[in-house]
C-alpha cells in the first residue's frame, strides 16, 4: 500500500548528495537543448539573409521568425510522444533520446549551406532541422522536471526551479555569443561564417550532456502499466488542468522570448548596436540564473499560487511602462538596466511555475500532461511572439511598443489562470502537503 501511495504521487525522494548529482545533470542536459533553441532567435538577422533572401528586410526578418514559429508546432507533438515515453518508459529514457535528437538537428544548421548556395533547398532543410530541435525540447520540460521534483516532493519548489534555471544558463551563454561576435567580428564575416560559431559550439558539446545524463541513477516513479495510456487520460480527464497549465506559463515564456528577441529589437526598432541587445539580454539572463531558485524557494513557504499571483500582479503593471520607457529613451543604459529588471522579474515568476505545473499531474501522467501544457503554452504565447510583435509593429498605432501591448494581454490570461487554479482546485495538492501550493 505504501509503495502504491508513493506511485502514484511520485514521492520517492533522494539523499541530499543524490539530489545535488541529479540537478547538475539534469540542469546541464537542459542547458545544453535549450543554449541550441536561443542561438538561433539571437542570430535572426544574420540567419534571415543567409537562409531567407527578400528584396525587403522586414519580410525576410519576418520569414525567418516565422520558421521559428512553425517549428515551435512540433514541440507540443514531443511533449505529447516523449512525454508517454517517459511515463511509460521512465523519465531517464526520454531524456538520453530528447538530448540525441536535440545534438541532431544543431549539427545540421551548422552545416547547412545558405540559400545562395543550394537555393530554396537551404530554408527547406533548415526549417526540417528546426522542427527535428523543436520535437526534442518538446519532451524535455516534462521529462526532466517530473525527473527533478520526484527526486525531492519535500521541497519541489526549489529543486524544479533549476529546470528554468539552467534555461538562463543557455540564454547567458546565447547572449554571450552574440555579444562576442558582434564586438570582434566584422559585419561580413559575421555574415559569411560567423553565425556559425555557437551551432557548432551546441554540436560539439552535445555528446557531453549525453554522457552525463547516461550516468545518473533513475528512481523515480516507475513507468505507467503497459495498459495504460497517459495521453487518453490527459486528454479525457485532465483538459482543465492542461489549460491551467498553459495559462501559468504564458507570461512568463512571453518574456523570456521577447527578451531574446531584444537584439533584433535594437536594430529594427531602435537604430542602435546589436551588442546592446546582447549585453541586455547578458544580464537578464544572469538574473535567471540567480533569481529562478530564490522563487521556488520562496514558494515553497508561502504557498504556489499566492506567491505567483502577487508576481503576476507586479509584472502587469510593470511591463507596457518598460517598453514605454525603451521607446522613449533609447540609450544603452536605459535599455540595459530596463531588461535587467524585466529579466529579474521573470525569473521571480518563472521559479515556482514549474513545481505547480508538476503538481497539477498525478505521477502516472505527470511527464505528459507536462510536455503537452508547456508546449502549448510556450508554442503559442513563446514561439510566435518575436513574429507577433514584429507584425504589431508595422501598425502605426502600435509602432515600437507591440512588445508592450502583447505582455499586457498575455499577462491577464495568466492571471486568470492563477486565480482559477487557486479557486477550483478538486483536491488539496494546491493547499497543503509537504510544499505549500
Known amino acids: 500500500m505504501a509503495l502504491s501511495a508513493h506511485a502514484e504521487t511520485g514521492e520517492f525522494g533522494a539523499s541530499p548528495q543524490n539530489v545535488t548529482k541529479l540537478v547538475i545533470a539534469t540542469s546541464l542536459g537542459n542547458a545544453l537543448e535549450w543554449f541550441d533553441i536561443s542561438v538561433y532567435a539571437y542570430f535572426a538577422a544574420y540567419l534571415s539573409k543567409a537562409f531567407f533572401p527578400a528584396k525587403d528586410p522586414t519580410t ?255 509584472l502587469l503593471f510593470t511591463v507596457f511602462p518598460m517598453f514605454l520607457l525603451l521607446a522613449s529613451k533609447p540609450s544603452g543604459t536605459v535599455i540595459v538596466v530596463a531588461v535587467l529588471l524585466l529579466g529579474s522579474l521573470k525569473a521571480l515568476y518563472l521559479g515556482a511555475v514549474a513545481a505547480l505545473m508538476s503538481e497539477l499531474f498525478p505521477a502516472s501522467t505527470r511527464a505528459t500532461g507536462l510536455g503537452l501544457s508547456y508546449n502549448v503554452g510556450v508554442t503559442a504565447f513563446g514561439g510566435s511572439a518575436p513574429a507577433i510583435v514584429t507584425w504589431l509593429g508595422t501598425f502605426a498605432a502600435i509602432g515600437d511598443l507591440a512588445p508592450g501591448y502583447f505582455l499586457t494581454a498575455v499577462c491577464l490570461f495568466s492571471l486568470w489562470a492563477l486565480i482559477t487554479a487557486r479557486l477550483t482546485s478538486a483536491d488539496k495538492t494546491f493547499t497543503s502537503g509537504p510544499t505549500k501550493v
Open 60 to 314: 525576410s526578418l519576418l520569414l525567418t521568425f516565422g520558421s521559428f514559429a512553425l517549428t515551435f508546432l512540433a514541440r507540443p507533438i514531443g511533449g505529447v510522444l516523449l512525454g508517454t515515453y517517459a511515463d511509460r518508459h521512465g523519465r531517464k529514457a526520454s531524456l538520453l533520446l530528447s538530448i540525441a535528437m536535440m545534438t541532431c538537428g544543431t549539427s545540421a544548421v551548422a552545416l547547412m549551406p545558405t540559400f545562395e548556395a543550394i537555393g530554396v533547398l537551404a530554408p527547406l532543410l533548415v526549417i526540417a532541422a528546426r522542427l527535428v530541435q523543436g520535437f526534442s525540447a518538446g519532451g524535455e520540460f516534462g521529462s526532466s522536471t517530473a525527473f527533478l521534483v520526484e527526486h525531492m516532493p519535500g521541497r519541489r519548489g526549489f529543486v524544479a526551479s533549476w529546470q528554468f534555471a539552467s534555461q538562463g544558463l543557455s540564454s547567458l551563454l546565447g547572449a554571450g555569443f552574440g555579444a562576442l561576435l558582434t564586438s570582434t567580428l566584422s559585419e561580413a564575416a559575421l555574415q559569411s561564417w560567423g553565425w556559425r560559431i555557437p551551432f557548432l559550439f551546441g554540436a560539439l558539446i552535445g555528446p557531453i550532456g549525453l554522457y552525463i545524463r547516461n550516468r545518473i541513477d533513475d528512481a523515480t516513479a516507475p513507468p505507467a502499466a503497459r495498459h495504460d495510456t497517459p495521453v487518453r487520460n490527459v486528454l479525457r480527464t485532465q483538459k482543465l488542468r492542461v489549460l491551467l497549465g498553459v495559462g501559468a506559463i504564458a507570461i512568463a515564456t512571453a518574456v523570456n522570448y521577447l527578451i531574446i528577441y531584444m537584439p533584433t529589437y535594437v536594430v529594427k526598432a531602435l537604430n542602435l548596436s546589436p551588442t546592446i541587445g546582447y549585453l541586455a539580454a547578458f544580464a537578464a539572463s544572469m538574473a535567471g540564473i540567480t533569481l529562478n531558485p530564490l522563487a521556488g524557494w520562496i514558494s515553497d513557504r508561502v504557498g504556489r499560487t499566492t506567491y505567483l499571483i502577487i508576481m503576476g500582479m507586479v
